[in-house]
């Protein structure tokens, strides 16, 4: 795994996509982190093998 692109694609995804991730931010911007893995590993690129 690529650690950097997965970096990558965790900042994309809090920064300038949490709606087209469907990530819920709180008042204070935070998202669980239990949101974000599920959000992550929807992709196929960084789902976790068997």
């Given at each position: 795994?690529?650690?950097i692109?997965l970096s990558?694609?965790?900042?994309?995804?809090?920064?300038?996509?949490?709606?087209e991730?469907?990530?819920?931010?709180?008042?204070?911007?935070?998202?669980?982190?239990?949101?974000l893995?599920?959000?992550?590993?929807?992709?196929?690129?960084?789902?976790k093998?068997?």
């Amino acid at each position: 795994m690529d650690y950097i692109d997965l970096s990558k694609e965790i900042s994309y995804a809090l920064q300038h996509a949490p709606r087209e991730y469907e990530l819920e931010m709180d008042e204070a911007g935070f998202v669980s982190l239990a949101q974000l893995f599920c959000a992550i590993n929807e992709d196929e690129k960084y789902q976790k093998s068997l």
